[in-house]
Nanobody
Framework: QVQLVESGGGLVQAGGSLRLSCAAS????????MGWFRQAPGKEREFVAA????????YYTDSVKGRFTISRDNAKNTVYLQMNSLKPEDTAVYLC?????????????????WGQGTQVTVSS
């Protein structure tokens, strides 16, 4: 049984920063790609960022490029999402997920296990 637990969400003013963490257990974390997704009220869940098993390759959706950074610490079984220059449109529940592949994966259907999410609210 794989468990993913997100933390680090909260309320922040526009222009501020947050660092999300996703702790994994129950699986060999270091061999699989990880991703961050978000879902705003009334909207579909969307891809935010992904990282491969080694941390050497990353990919971002256009709207967060240059502002968000995904990283991982395999020794701690944790993936991070550093979010800078936050905007009100970044407000959403942020979820992490793990795929069945070692590479970077963008498609949601490729992700097998999901966390419950952490709320990020950016005020204007």
């Amino acid at each position: 049984q794989v468990q993913l637990v997100e933390s680090g969400g909260g309320l922040v003013q526009a222009g501020g920063s947050l660092r999300l963490s996703c702790a994994a257990s129950g699986r060999t974390f270091s061999v699989y790609g990880m991703g961050w997704f978000r879902q705003a009220p009334g909207k579909e869940r969307e891809f935010v960022a992904a990282i491969d098993w080694s941390g050497g390759n990353t990919y971002y959706t256009d709207s967060v490029k240059g502002r968000f950074t995904i990283s991982r610490d395999n020794a701690k079984n944790t993936v991070y999402l550093q979010m800078n220059s936050l905007k009100p449109e970044d407000t959403a529940v942020y979820l992490c997920a793990t795929s069945g592949y070692t590479k970077v994966v963008v498609a949601q259907y490729e992700y097998r296990y999901w966390g419950q999410g952490t709320q990020v609210t950016v005020s204007s």
